[in-house]
Every structure is written in structure tokens, then in C-alpha cells.
């Protein structure tokens, strides 16, 4: 059980590290009337249907989207998605990262509590700074949702020559499963990704 926690916690590490790119193609792919057209928020396109008529059509996003999992919920920024990934042994992971490296993760778990794992998940992810050199202070976590449950773990600033990075690892579960909770955030970028983190924890649901 053990390893299927440790690769889960190396699956945060690696994505805290990873920065992701739009490429060219557009985000969603649309069909009336059996016309296929290619659609990206914001646009608005003339198509023409089979029966030799033109509809406008408009895509736009909503400012805040609801996210579930399993046993979950939490609202983000309409701009962005979360990518889901099954790592395994029970684990399945929920990851929004911005392009700028802001960080969201959730993982549920089935079968076994997370909450004794916090430390290791944030030991994971903040090793490669700290073997650079990069100072850490941790305090104890503890935030309580809308939906009564109360996280608990630990948070953690990093401080190099580069910058400064803040680190939040909560859990809540039981002996049948649980969550996880990590985000991370380069300070320089509070201003204007900080919101993603604050409407995570104002809006994070759970039935465990």
C-alpha cells in the first residue's frame, strides 16, 4: 500500500514542476445539424445547416465552473480545466495547473485513510528546492469546510535566491478512503493567481 502512496505523492511532485502550453488547435469541437465545426471560447462563427440556412453560434466560458469527484466538489476559474488521472492502488488524482506553474490538486482515495500522509506529500514536493538550497518553514494546517469537515496537515514556505514558494497539504478520511489536498503557488504570482487557492478552499466539498 505503501508504494501506491509514494507514487502518488511523486505524481504532485511532477506536475508542480511542469508547465503546460496551449497549442494551436481549438478547444472544442461542436456539431449542428451535422455540420462539424472547430470552436474556442470567445469565438463566434456563422454555420450553415442542411437545410441552406445560416446560425450564429457563440461559445463563452462561465467565470466559476463546479468540479466533482467521487465523493467531492470544489469551484474554479471557468478559464481553466482539471485533468484527471488514475494512479492506481485505489488513488485517482485531479490536477488544475496554471500556465505559470499555480497549482490545485485532489487526490481520492478508496480503501485507505490519506491523512497520515501530508508530510511525505509535501516532502515530495518541495525536495528539489530544498537540495538546491532553498530555506523551508512549515507550521501545522488546519482548515475547516463548507460542508463541516475539518483538513488538517501542514503548510510550508520555501525561500531561495529565486524566489518564494507557499505550500498547503491537508487530508480528511477514514479506514474506507479519503482526500488529499495540495496546492502550491510562487509568491510573485499571489496577486494574480491567489484566487485560484482562496475559491478552492472557500468552495471544497466532501462526504468523507
Known amino acids: 500500500?505503501?508504494?501506491?502512496?509514494r507514487s502518488a505523492v511523486i505524481a504532485v511532485s511532477v506536475l508542480s514542476a511542469t508547465t503546460a502550453f496551449a497549442g494551436e488547435s481549438k478547444g472544442f469541437h461542436l456539431t449542428i445539424d451535422g455540420t462539424d465545426v472547430d470552436i474556442n471560447?470567445?469565438?463566434?462563427?456563422?454555420?450553415?445547416?442542411?437545410?441552406?440556412?445560416?446560425v450564429k453560434v457563440a461559445l463563452q466560458r462561465n467565470d466559476t465552473v463546479s468540479f466533482s469527484g467521487d465523493k467531492f466538489s470544489f469551484d474554479h476559474d471557468g478559464q481553466y480545466s482539471v485533468?484527471?488521472?488514475?494512479?492506481?492502488?485505489?488513488?485517482?488524482?485531479?490536477?488544475?495547473?496554471?500556465?505559470i506553474g499555480t497549482g490545485v490538486i485532489v487526490q481520492e482515495y478508496k480503501?485507505?485513510?490519506p491523512a497520515p500522509f501530508t508530510d511525505l506529500m509535501?516532502?515530495?514536493?518541495?525536495?528539489?528546492?530544498?537540495?538546491?538550497?532553498?530555506?523551508?518553514?512549515?507550521?501545522p494546517l488546519e482548515e475547516t469546510l463548507i460542508s463541516g469537515q475539518?483538513?488538517?496537515?501542514?503548510?510550508?514556505e520555501?525561500?531561495?535566491?529565486?524566489?518564494?514558494?507557499?505550500?498547503?497539504?491537508?487530508?480528511?478520511?477514514?479506514?474506507?478512503?479519503?482526500i488529499i489536498v495540495a496546492t502550491f503557488?510562487?509568491?510573485?504570482?499571489?496577486?494574480?493567481?491567489?484566487?485560484?487557492?482562496?475559491?478552492?478552499?472557500?468552495?471544497?466539498?466532501?462526504?468523507?
Open 122 to 139: 509535501l516532502q515530495q514536493m518541495v525536495q528539489e528546492g530544498v537540495a538546491a538550497g532553498a530555506k523551508i518553514d512549515k507550521q
Open 41 to 54: 471560447p470567445g469565438d463566434s462563427l456563422d454555420v450553415p445547416l442542411k437545410d441552406g440556412h445560416t
Open 1 to 5: 500500500m505503501r508504494s501506491f502512496v
Open 185 to 208: 503557488i510562487n509568491k510573485e504570482n499571489v496577486d494574480k493567481e491567489g484566487a485560484i487557492v482562496d475559491k478552492l478552499w472557500s468552495s471544497l466539498k466532501t462526504d468523507y
Open 158 to 178: 520555501t525561500t531561495s535566491s529565486n524566489d518564494v514558494m507557499d505550500y498547503q497539504v491537508a487530508a480528511v478520511g477514514r479506514p474506507d478512503g479519503g
Open 150 to 156: 475539518v483538513l488538517k496537515g501542514v503548510k510550508a
Open 83 to 99: 485533468a484527471k488521472s488514475d494512479l492506481g492502488g485505489g488513488i485517482v488524482q485531479y490536477a488544475l495547473i496554471t500556465s
Open 111 to 113: 480503501g485507505m485513510n
